[in-house]
């Protein structure tokens, strides 16, 4: 399940967030990567020990609490630091698989959902598309700033070559309460067919039948 939320930042955010881009210290991508994404990671981002990219982090995390679309996806239960990352012309992140568990003893975070929040404006840039295989078939996305697109982190992705200007964005990925991705898919469906039932009939019999058999399967699913 892919899903883009659009306006998870405010143009508030977003600006303090390119105000402190502009003037904020660059490392090699690459050296966040696993041994075999190394070899295809070609992208800049913040270095993590500044207290730029801390004064970053939690401005996406507050913003992904309270996104009620994401968290409605993801089911989140842990999430890791955001990370920023920058590529210039000429830059791309070649098809890879996130690693399956993020950070170390005592903050490990298993990696269910990738997101991405775009930074820039999509006219800014050549290039630069996040595509995402899904059941074999490529779906390429460029959003507008301030947006986030949500998809599983165990799908084959790449970030095109940058062909002109900058594409700035920052990735977060999410333990979810359910981490098998169709799983979660059904209980999103159930979950939009619920308030679409409410917002037409109100606490209607078919709401309740709807809203018990979503929360049973959470309570079936859940793992917490």
Request: charge should be neutral; charged fraction near 20%; glycine fraction near 8%.
């Amino acid at each position: 399940m892919i899903i883009c939320a659009p306006n998870v930042l405010t143009a508030e955010e977003l600006g303090t967030i390119r105000n402190e881009l502009r003037g904020a210290s660059f490392v090699d991508g690459a050296s966040t990567a696993g041994w075999s994404a190394r070899e295809v990671k070609k992208n800049l981002q913040i270095d993590i020990n500044t207290e730029s990219q801390a004064k970053l982090q939690e401005i996406v995390r507050a913003a992904f609490l309270r996104s009620a679309m994401l968290q409605m996806a993801t089911l989140p239960t842990a999430m890791t630091q955001a990370l920023f990352n920058r590529y210039d012309v000429g830059m791309t992140y070649g098809p890879h698989v996130d690693a399956p568990v993020m950070g170390g003893v005592g903050n490990a975070v298993r990696s269910d959902v990738a997101i991405t929040v775009f930074l820039s404006d999509p006219k800014t840039y050549a290039g630069g598309d996040l595509v995402v295989d899904s059941h074999g078939m490529e779906y390429g996305f460029k959003l507008d700033a301030g947006s986030a697109i949500a998809y599983p982190a165990n799908s084959l992705h790449h970030v095109t070559p940058v062909t002109q200007g900058a594409r700035y964005a920052a990735v977060i990925w999410v333990q979810s309460q359910v981490r098998d991705a169709g799983k979660r898919e059904l209980l999103w469906d159930l979950d939009n067919a619920k308030r679409q039932i409410f917002s037409r009939e109100g606490k209607s019999a078919t709401f309740d039948t709807i809203s018990r058999s979503h929360a049973n399967l959470l309570r079936m699913w859940a793992d917490v």
